[in-house]
């Protein structure tokens, strides 16, 4: 999470059973419901697997240990199959987690002066967890003025392609599920 804001994490178990899980800041949720993926960047960069039933770690990655520049990550990912994506420092990263190892698979690099605010919101959008789908607020993040957001297509060799520019609205241009899109 951006700026090292740590948040506990609460698991709702029934009606007046609140547990905690922890420190940290939820990324995604498996496809099965049974684990979370956190970030927990409060003292360095690092990502865990976590059972939701136990609160058990399953896997752990600590990001400097991967050479790579990505030192934060931001809420509202997605995960599909064994693939994990979510907003990073330079753009996107891409998590495998497989036989309990959680590793970094891919980070995908956008212009952070065109993209300041980087990727938001990402999510799969084919079967293989091949392509990625986020979008893009334009403009300075300090300014008072709107800015117009972009969608972002982005492959895995790290090819993205924008759509048109369009007016910030309240409502999220790219379709989350726990974000419902009205009809």
Partial sequence: ???NERLDL???DGPGRVRELGPGSLIAVSPDGTKAFVDD???RPQVRVLDLATGVEVARLDLDATGTQV???LYAGDWQGDSIVASA???LALFRFTGGTLRLAHVIAVDPDRYRQG???PRFTTADQGEVVGWA?????DSDETAPTVALRCTLDGHCAAGRPHPQRSVHPISNPSRPLAR
């Fill in 119 to 121: 990727v938001l919101e």
């Fill in 10 to 12: 609460l698991v709702l």
């Fill in 1 to 3: 999470m951006g700026g």
């Fill in 71 to 73: 030192d934060w990550l």
């Fill in 137 to 141: 607020p334009l403009g300075d993040p």
């Fill in 89 to 91: 420092g330079p753009g």
């Fill in 41 to 43: 960047t409060a003292t």
